[in-house]
Structure formats: structure tokens, C-alpha cells
């Protein structure tokens, strides 16, 4: 009896030891996974500032160039500061956007999965425009709530709408389009978000591997292979939902399911 009794403490120490190293590679990936999505978001930055930027510019130049001609009245100069003044309530607007999408929360709250995607549409708008891709966001009337922590769920949406975007650029598509729906099912257990382009589909002999870890078939140095599959664990783990992809007529199609929280 001593000696399976000493089995069994070494069986659970031993099913402690992997189950703790288990949490670590989870937590590893986790954090290459922000850093990850923290580059995209510094690229988009600099998309959302351009305009302001550029607009910016040459409004101080305008000043310069009337003030140097002795033509700059105070009308003039009152509305060329207006208008600096509003450029740059713009950027700091997009910083604080920013800053919210990688504010964490410990506690899981409920939040509107509608006002999340549009969110994060918002930072990925300039880049999208940039790259000539048209997107399309098809809403449900109200407020649909499901509970989990909204910087992950944003982090989802983010990849999964960086993956659209990159295979598009590199297929070289025309007139290249993303459509977002998100709708309640008609039992209303749960809410279904679609993220779907016409970049030409995922090859059939990998579709069933975009979820695992480190998978990628981008160019080295280009993808980390970490996005999908933590968008995976955000989803399954820690929001108790499901995703998945499929191929349509055009493209690729990725699903999202969460348990609606009615209020």
C-alpha cells in the first residue's frame, strides 16, 4: 500500500509538473501572440496618421508662406489653428483607441460584440484603405452581448482580419473585399460573427491546420504562426466558444460562435 501510495504522489506531482508547463508555453504564446498584434497595430498608426499628418503640414505652411507675404490676418489665422487643433484632437483620439485595445481587464464582463468589431474595423480602416480593400460591416439591429474580456475579442477579429488583408495583398486580387456580419441565431443561445473575403480560399491540404501553433505559410520573418491559434484559445478557453474556417465560392470564411448573455 506504501508503495502505491508513493505512485500515486509521484503520478500527481509528475501531472502537476506538465500541467504547470502546459500554463507556461500557453502563457509564452499568449505574449508573443500581443506583441504580435502590437506590431500591426504600430503599422496602423501610421496609416491612421498620415492624413492628419500630411493636412497638418500644410496648414502650418500655409501660415508660413501668408505670414511671409504680410497676408495673414487673424481670421485666416484663427481657422488654420482651428483646424491644426482639431487634426491633432484626431490623432490623440486614435492613441487613446489604441491604448484601449490593449487595456486588460481580469474580470470576464459583458460587452457589445457589435460596438467591439466596429472598433476594431476603426483602427484597421486607413490600412484597408491604403491597400485599396473595400470591407463591408453587415450589423443586427441592438446590442448583441456576450462576456469575456473585450481586448481579446478584439485581438481575434484583428488577426483574422490581418490574414484576410495579407492574402489579398499577396494574391494581388482585384477589387479586393472583406464582409463582416455579425448576427443572433434564431434560438438565441448564441451569436455567429462571419469574416469572409474573395482572396481565393485556404489550400485544402491545410485548411485543417491554420488553428495549430507555429503553423504559417508566410515567408520567414513574416508571420509568427501564433495569431490564428490563439484567436483559437481566446474563443474556446477563455470565452467558451467555437471557431472555425471554411471555403466559399470567392474565398475564405471564418465563423465565430459565442453564448449570447441577454441582459
Given at each position: 500500500?506504501d508503495k502505491?501510495?508513493e505512485?500515486?504522489?509521484?503520478l500527481?506531482?509528475?501531472?502537476?509538473?506538465?500541467?504547470?508547463?502546459?500554463?507556461?508555453k500557453e502563457?509564452l504564446?499568449?505574449h508573443?501572440?500581443k506583441?504580435?498584434?502590437?506590431?500591426e497595430m504600430?503599422?496602423?498608426?501610421?496609416?491612421?496618421?498620415?492624413?492628419p499628418?500630411?493636412?497638418?503640414?500644410?496648414?502650418?505652411?500655409k501660415?508660413?508662406?501668408?505670414?511671409?507675404?504680410?497676408?495673414?490676418d487673424?481670421?485666416?489665422?484663427?481657422?488654420?489653428?482651428e483646424?491644426?487643433?482639431?487634426?491633432?484632437?484626431?490623432?490623440?483620439?486614435?492613441?487613446?483607441?489604441?491604448m484601449?485595445?490593449?487595456?486588460?481587464?481580469?474580470?470576464?464582463?459583458?460587452f457589445?460584440?457589435?460596438?467591439?468589431?466596429?472598433?476594431t474595423?476603426?483602427?484597421?480602416?486607413?490600412?484597408?484603405q491604403?491597400?485599396?480593400?473595400?470591407?463591408?460591416?453587415?450589423e443586427?439591429d441592438?446590442?448583441i452581448v456576450?462576456?469575456?474580456h473585450?481586448?481579446?475579442?478584439?485581438?481575434?477579429?484583428?488577426?483574422?482580419?490581418?490574414?484576410?488583408?495579407d492574402i489579398l495583398?499577396?494574391?494581388?486580387?482585384k477589387?479586393?473585399k472583406?464582409?463582416?456580419?455579425?448576427?443572433?441565431?434564431?434560438?438565441?443561445?448564441?451569436v455567429?460573427?462571419?469574416?469572409?473575403?474573395?482572396?481565393?480560399?485556404?489550400?485544402?491540404e491545410?485548411?485543417?491546420?491554420?488553428f495549430?501553433?507555429?503553423f504559417t505559410t508566410?515567408?520567414?520573418g513574416?508571420?509568427?504562426g501564433?495569431g490564428?491559434?490563439?484567436?483559437?484559445?481566446?474563443?474556446?478557453?477563455?470565452?467558451?466558444?467555437?471557431?472555425?474556417?471554411?471555403?466559399?465560392?470567392n474565398?475564405?470564411?471564418?465563423?465565430?460562435?459565442?453564448p449570447?448573455?441577454?441582459?
Amino acid at each position: 500500500m506504501d508503495k502505491y501510495k508513493e505512485l500515486a504522489e509521484n503520478l500527481d506531482e509528475k501531472v502537476r509538473q506538465e500541467l504547470e508547463k502546459n500554463r507556461f508555453k500557453e502563457q509564452l504564446l499568449m505574449h508573443q501572440s500581443k506583441m504580435a498584434s502590437m506590431g500591426e497595430m504600430i503599422g496602423n498608426i501610421a496609416h491612421q496618421w498620415r492624413q492628419p499628418l500630411s493636412a497638418l503640414s500644410l496648414s502650418v505652411q500655409k501660415v508660413k508662406m501668408l505670414h511671409e507675404k504680410d497676408k495673414l490676418d487673424t481670421q485666416i489665422l484663427k481657422q488654420a489653428t482651428e483646424k491644426s487643433l482639431m487634426l491633432i484632437e484626431r490623432m490623440s483620439g486614435t492613441i487613446d483607441d489604441f491604448m484601449g485595445f490593449f487595456r486588460q481587464n481580469k474580470a470576464r464582463t459583458p460587452f457589445d460584440v457589435q460596438s467591439a468589431t466596429e472598433e476594431t474595423l476603426t483602427l484597421l480602416d486607413a490600412s484597408l484603405q491604403h491597400n485599396c480593400i473595400e470591407y463591408d460591416f453587415i450589423e443586427s439591429d441592438g446590442k448583441i452581448v456576450v462576456e469575456g474580456h473585450k481586448g481579446e475579442f478584439s485581438q481575434v477579429i484583428l488577426n483574422i482580419l490581418s490574414n484576410a488583408k495579407d492574402i489579398l495583398k499577396e494574391r494581388k486580387i482585384k477589387n479586393p473585399k472583406i464582409e463582416i456580419e455579425v448576427s443572433l441565431d434564431l434560438d438565441e443561445e448564441n451569436v455567429t460573427i462571419e469574416i469572409k473575403d474573395n482572396g481565393g480560399g485556404v489550400p485544402v491540404e491545410i485548411i485543417d491546420r491554420i488553428f495549430e501553433p507555429y503553423f504559417t505559410t508566410k515567408e520567414e520573418g513574416k508571420g509568427t504562426g501564433i495569431g490564428l491559434y490563439m484567436s483559437k484559445v481566446i474563443i474556446e478557453k477563455n470565452m467558451g466558444g467555437s471557431v472555425g474556417v471554411r471555403n466559399e465560392e470567392n474565398g475564405a470564411l471564418f465563423w465565430i460562435k459565442l453564448p449570447y448573455k441577454a441582459l
